[in-house]
């Protein structure tokens, strides 16, 4: 069975950083996409990073420049560097990852993990 495990976040005052990371744990044969979704109370789910199996990235406006998505596909691990924190940042932010259960399927699978609280805040 394919798990995400989420790991990270907390308490951290602006200008601060934190770093996410996100383990996929199970049998499978590739994991096609990475990355953080975050949603803030009274909004909707957005996507923060993402980073694919050729490492290309995706970024929302609102965090270039300041947070940073990797892969280490050995490690079949994600990590979400965030640096020059706002109170804006503050969110619960769920791991994601699009994984290819087998080789004779095209297809992946969207896996979530658990939510980390991210607050920012003096």
């Known amino acids: 069975q394919v798990q995400l495990v989420g790991s990270g976040g907390g308490l951290v005052q602006p200008g601060g950083s934190l770093r996410l990371s996100c383990a996929a744990s199970?049998?499978?044969?590739?994991?096609?996409?990475m990355g953080w979704y975050r949603q803030a109370p009274g909004k909707q789910r957005e996507l923060v990073a993402s980073?694919?199996?050729?490492?290309?990235?995706h970024y929302a406006d609102s965090v270039k420049g300041r947070f940073t998505v990797s892969r280490d596909n050995a490690k079949k691990m994600g990590t979400l560097q965030m640096n020059s924190l706002k109170p804006e940042d503050t969110a619960v932010y769920y791991c994601?990852?699009?994984?290819?259960?087998?080789?004779?399927?095209?297809?992946?699978?969207?896996?979530w993990g658990q939510g980390t609280q991210v607050t920012v805040s003096s």
């Open positions: 199970g049998s499978f044969f590739s994991i096609n996409v």
């Open positions: 980073i694919n199996s050729d490492d290309s990235t």
């Open positions: 994601y990852a699009k994984i290819r259960k087998h080789a004779y399927r095209s297809w992946a699978d969207d896996y």
